[in-house]
């Protein structure tokens, strides 16, 4: 028996997205895209990359944190609840009709044009084949999509890693900040519960041993930089969500993260440009793994200092 | 004979799923209910699913690995309910009966 | 049944909302669902020949398993999605400092008005 379980889960992604477009309350959308974001990252998973999985995983849950924050202060002003009544509303005019007409046709439209021109489905790609064939010789490792990310593909992933420190430089620089405000301002007076605190000093070593180990063995198998970076980066979430300490130094972490890039810049230039790994894979085949887990190592410290610093604007400084 | 005993049990933490799954839907029922309820999703139909899982596949790494996902299950699923349940307390969330309750003295 | 439907529906789906959606929050939540439906597209094309990951490749027959570059693209588009995200909710919140609303509309009218009292 063949179960279609990719087409389930697709379709099951598309009642989601539907459901979002169709609800109101801020809070509901917000856990609809979480459901959403989850059934996708396993429709990656029955699509045979585990890597991309990894990361959507990853991502829907910061997203989500980020997201709740915002809507926190937006229901706190009591303007939230305003806007929802507004919207609410039905009035039946001509303004109101053709704004739900043209919309729906215009999407419709181009949907049909989209679909005169589908993908072939015998369409074959000459590199899928020369990257299986060649990777291992040629960089190293046994993960193709790691390879292809550090080896073939080592531009994408140094203008990658910029966007990421720019997008944390304009979120520092454009994100509200009042000294006079953060004169040691706590979350909350009420201490968290023994039960969490205790079970958090359990959990902690488990989270950073995990994501160790997904940075240490992203070329051999699923994993990476970005992920495991990732879930060093939930450590500290963790930290401040049960302990409520708001002590860090958050402009030393972003110095230190523009360093890491300057490092990540350096070793493509020094092993990739100048064909060191090339001719390792030949002469040692290990020493073309080095580099391979050095660069992510690097990509892991660089993530987790750049979405710690990002939480902390989020959280710390932009609740109040 | 070992692949039927683990389908039985796999088969028992689907319908634990199933019960929690009709316990979430049930309407003109409070907040921690439900709750209650969907801890039992969490913990208890996961725990027996896994067990099954491991009974499948035997002695292997592949079952170390289920042995590992099920502890660190075991620690924090209770503690993520536990913490949703505080923090609607703390901030003031009070069921229907209980305001009842309260009306009445 | 061809998958890549699911994808197109999904990005129209999308771009309907973020045409209709009148709070700011909407928007940007739909932003991202595009994005996503993006992805999922180019994984789609990639895996038309079979869905085993290219991980391990000299062990398993090469004609079942999926595309590896789209994925290592794709990998990279996820982190620019995210960086693209923080951003707007980072402009979303000053926005909201300083109107102190979050609907579209509202927002305008405010913004109208303040032009005129300047004048």
């Known amino acids: ?30 856990i609809t895209f979480g459901v959403f974001s989850l059934i996708g990252a396993l429709s990656y998973l029955f699509l045979g990359s585990p890597d991309v999985a990894m990361a959507e995983a990853a991502v829907s849950a910061f997203v989500t944190i980020f997201f709740i924050v915002c809507i926190e202060r937006y229901y706190k002003f009591g303007m939230g609840l305003e806007d929802e009544q507004a919207e609410e509303k039905v009035k039946f005019s001509a ?69 990421l420190v720019v997008s944390v430089v304009a979120v520092a620089h454009v994100s509200w900040y009042d000294k006079a405000e953060m004169i040691d301002r706590r979350h909350s007076e009420i201490k968290n519960s023994g039960v969490a605190r205790f079970t958090m000093r359990v959990v902690c070593p488990i989270i950073i041993i995990f994501g160790a180990y997904i940075i240490a063995n992203g070329h051999l198998t699923a994993g990476g930089g970005f992920q495991g970076g990732l879930a060093i980066a939930t450590f500290f979430i963790c930290r401040y969500l049960v302990y409520d300490i708001n002590d860090l130094p958050i402009a030393k972490v972003m110095r230190m993260e523009k360093l890491v890039f300057v490092n ?35 990509i892991g410290f660089k993530v987790a200092c750049g979405f710690f610093v990002l939480f902390y604007r989020f959280v710390a400084i932009e609740r109040w | 004979m070992l692949e039927y005993i683990s389908f039985a049990i796999m088969g028992l933490g689907l319908i634990f799923m199933f019960f929690g799954i009709v316990g979430i839907m049930q309407p003109n029922k409070d907040f921690y209910y439900r709750l209650l309820v969907t801890c039992k999703i969490d913990t208890v139909g996961i725990i027996t699913f896994f067990i099954g899982l491991a009974v499948r596949h035997g002695i292997s790494f592949f079952t170390g690995k289920i042995v590992l996902i099920l502890i660190i299950m075991l620690i924090l699923n209770p503690l993520v309910t536990h913490m949703v349940a505080r923090s609607a307390y703390r901030g003031g969330y009070v069921s229907k009966d209980e305001l009842e309750k309260r009306k009445l003295r | 049944m061809r998958l890549d439907i699911f994808t197109m529906v999904m990005f129209f789906v999308s771009f309907f909302g973020l045409i209709t959606s009148r709070t700011i929050i909407k928007s940007i939540v739909f932003i991202l669902i595009m994005q996503t439906s993006v992805v999922m597209f180019w994984l789609i094309v990639g895996n038309m020949h079979g869905s085993l990951p290219p991980i391990d490749v000299y062990n398993i027959d090469a004609e079942n398993i999926s595309d590896p570059l789209p994925q290592a693209l794709m990998l990279s588009a996820i982190v620019i999605g995210i960086s693209v995200i923080t951003v707007s909710i980072t402009m979303f919140n000053n926005l909201f400092r300083k109107y102190e609303t979050a609907s579209w509309d509202h927002m305008e009218k405010v913004y109208s008005n303040e032009g005129e009292g300047e004048q």
């Open chain 1, 264 to 298: 990540i810049t350096i070793l493509p230039v020094l092993a990739v440009f100048t064909g060191v790994t090339y001719f390792a894979t030949y002469i040692l085949p290990l020493t073309s793994d080095v580099y391979l887990v050095a660069m992510n190592i690097l």
């Open chain 1, 95 to 163: 303004k109101s009709v053709g704004r739900i007409l043209a919309p729906t046709g215009f999407c419709v439209g181009l949907f049909w044009l989209a679909m005169q021109h589908l993908p072939m489905d015998d369409a074959v790609t000459v590199l899928r084949d020369q990257y299986l064939a060649r990777f291992m010789y040629d960089v190293g490792g046994m993960n193709a999509v790691a390879s292809i990310v550090l080896g073939y593909r080592v531009y994408d992933t140094l203008f990658e890693a910029l966007l």
């Open chain 1, 1 to 30: 028996m063949n179960i279609p379980i990719t087409e389930i889960a697709l379709s099951l992604w598309v009642v989601c997205a539907v459901l979002i477009v169709f609800t109101k309350k801020m809070y509901r959308i917000i």
